[in-house]
């Protein structure tokens, strides 16, 4: 793999299309592309006597959901608008509620309002999306996030109460591991939509701004998991992850328990491995995500795709370092508010490494194959061994989770690169 800070990589760089087009916005729920300028707008309602719409069925809200419940709302309107506000048409109020006009989604003003990228969280089935996802989050909320000098909050109520139901109170309050994600045969998939401002020093832009002056730059965030079954058959891929074809990023998640010749580094306390299933290994899921967007680029066969992916061994913690003392997956990531290049370095060519040793090589030879750039990581979102469907007596102890997520922050421009002799 090409070195983080080589030419090749600053040219891969350049090359990655910048975020998404000021006068575009891709819904997060239906993944239609929208020009801004055809944002639909959804009637504010009648207010007790007052002027305003009464409600009707929304037909494009109820076929998304499939089912008609809740789907009785006031109508949807095309209008110009100013400023996300727009007066409907049939009874003269002034809305803000901002609607995708394929599926009658509500957008979010701070997602209409900044620009966006859609993350889509992958992996075979039993690799820990949920539990990746919850503890990521936390972490951004909380630590990580202090040491960014960033925010992230929810751009809308859904967001907020799926995370808290799905995500927070199970595992956090409760100590529960997270059941296995639905299929979305089952269900529309809920987006998390977040967004994620990083107030960034003068230290780093002396030669842009005056000294003491800081500079605020935000980016809407749309996290995506997938129910490993959906993974598993290219005629689901197709009929349920829509998604795919819209990322922007990849984070794939790989449970280093299901590479076989991982077993010789696993630690005696660690769970054992699932049955083997060839349409759930790491390969097999991986070239299925990329041939949908292979797809959606277009790209002829001896082109690489644009689109990072960040590939990440998952469970960590069960695996013995080897020599004890000398792995950089089981040490800290350097806290410096930016990315430490020389320790992306030094653990992407540690999982490399592990990879060819354990017989896996041929995945890190296919992501160099396909993506014009992609990075390995090490991740452990408990930090420990499960008790009985329980969170260890530890209780969550992570490790690593936001590396992946920060180095796609710094290919999006929104974090700075340092080496190790730098400030």
């Not at 936390?138 to 907020?160: F, K, Q």
């Not at 995506?224 to 598993?232: K, W």
């Not at 010789?264 to 991986?286: K, Q």
């Not at 292979?294 to 020599?323: N, S």
């Amino acid at each position: 793999m090409t070195p983080v800070g080589s030419p090749s990589r600053i040219a891969a760089r350049i090359a990655l299309p910048a975020l998404r087009a000021e006068d575009e916005v891709c819904c997060p729920y239906c993944f239609e592309r929208v020009p801004r300028r055809r944002i639909a707008f959804r009637c504010m309602g009648r207010a007790g006597r007052g002027q305003g719409c009464d409600p009707v069925l929304d037909e494009e809200l109820a076929a998304y959901t499939g089912s008609t419940a809740g789907a009785s709302l006031p109508p949807v309107f095309e209008a110009a608008g100013r400023g996300g506000r727009a007066d409907c048409p049939h009874c003269g109020r002034t809305t803000a509620r901002r609607v995708c006009p394929h599926c009658h989604n509500p957008l979010p003003p701070a997602y209409c309002d900044s620009p966006g990228r859609i993350v889509a969280l992958v992996g075979a089935k039993n690799t820990g999306k949920s539990t990746y996802i919850a503890v990521l989050l936390h972490e951004l909320m909380n630590r990580v996030g202090t040491e960014l000098d960033a925010s992230l909050v929810a751009c809308d109520d859904r967001t907020i109460d799926r995370y808290k139901r799905d995500f927070a109170r199970p595992l956090y309050e409760e100590r529960r591991l997270l059941p296995t994600t639905t299929s979305a045969a089952t269900a529309p998939r809920e987006p998390l939509v977040y967004l994620l401002t990083r107030t960034r020093s003068a230290r780093r832009l002396r030669a842009r701004l005056p000294l003491g002056r800081e500079r605020v730059a935000s980016l809407a965030l749309v996290l995506f998991d997938t129910a490993g079954e959906d993974l598993r058959s290219r005629d689901v891929r197709d009929l349920h992850l829509r998604y795919l074809e819209a990322a922007d990023a990849i984070i794939f998640l790989v449970d280093p328990l299901q590479l076989p010749g991982a077993r010789t580094m696993v630690r005696d306390e660690a769970p054992p491995p699932p049955p083997a299933d060839p349409d759930s290994e790491p390969i097999n899921v991986l070239a299925r995500v990329t041939e949908a967007l292979r797809r959606r680029h277009g790209l002829r066969p001896d082109e690489r795709l644009p689109v990072p992916v960040a590939v990440a061994l998952t469970k960590i913690d069960a695996l013995a370092p080897v020599p004890a003392g000398q792995s950089w997956l089981h040490r800290a990531r350097p806290s410096r508010g930016a990315l430490d290049l020389d320790d992306r370095e030094a653990v992407d060519a540690q999982v490399r490494g592990l990879l060819h040793e354990w017989g896996a090589g041929q995945l890190e030879v296919y992501l160099r194959q396909q993506y014009a750039e992609h990075a390995l990581f090490g991740v452990s979102a408990l930090g420990g061994t499960p008790v009985r469907g329980r969170v260890g007596p530890g209780g969550v102890r992570p490790h690593r989770v936001e590396d992946p997520l920060l180095w796609l922050l710094h290919r999006f421009g929104m974090l700075d690169g340092t080496r190790g002799n730098e400030g």
